[in-house]
């Protein structure tokens, strides 16, 4: 079993900055080699945000590039990512979810959203 839980989402102006947190807990909390966040904004498809992994490498959506962080405890225990300089197009629900096993590196949006392990999410809005 596992628990991913979100915390942190607000609403903010434009240009304005965020931190998001997930706490994972459970006994599956060791089998994860990955954990990170994806987004979906209503009507749109869910996309990958950024992961980090247990050997600490990032990975990044283009859009967020150099804009949003992410970091983590050295158990993976705890995931934050902080986002700077929001756009209102960065308004969605924000989740995090776990990758238990192997990464294949390239892929790692694709195997976040396929995840069964995730949280309820958390509503960032960010207004012009």
């Known amino acids: 079993q596992a628990q991913l839980v979100e915390s942190g989402g607000e609403s903010v102006q434009a240009g304005g900055s965020l931190k998001l947190s997930c706490t994972v807990s459970?006994?599956?909390?060791?089998?994860?080699?990955?954990v990170g966040w994806f987004r979906q904004a209503p009507g749109k498809e869910r996309e990958g945000v950024a992961a980090?992994?247990?050997?600490?490498?990032?990975y990044y959506a283009d859009f967020v590039k150099g804009r949003f962080t992410v970091s983590a405890s050295n158990d993976l225990g705890i995931v934050d990512l902080q986002m700077n300089a929001l756009k209102p197009e960065d308004t969605a629900t924000y989740y995090c979810?776990?990758?238990?096993?192997?990464?294949?590196?390239?892929?790692?949006?694709?195997?976040?959203?396929?995840?069964?392990?995730r949280g309820q999410g958390t509503q960032v809005t960010v207004s012009s």
């Open positions: 459970g006994d599956m909390l060791r089998l994860f080699s990955t």
């Open positions: 979810a776990a990758i238990r096993g192997g990464l294949v590196t390239s892929e790692w949006a694709q195997e976040l959203l396929s995840s069964q392990h």
């Open positions: 980090i992994d247990r050997f600490r490498n990032t």
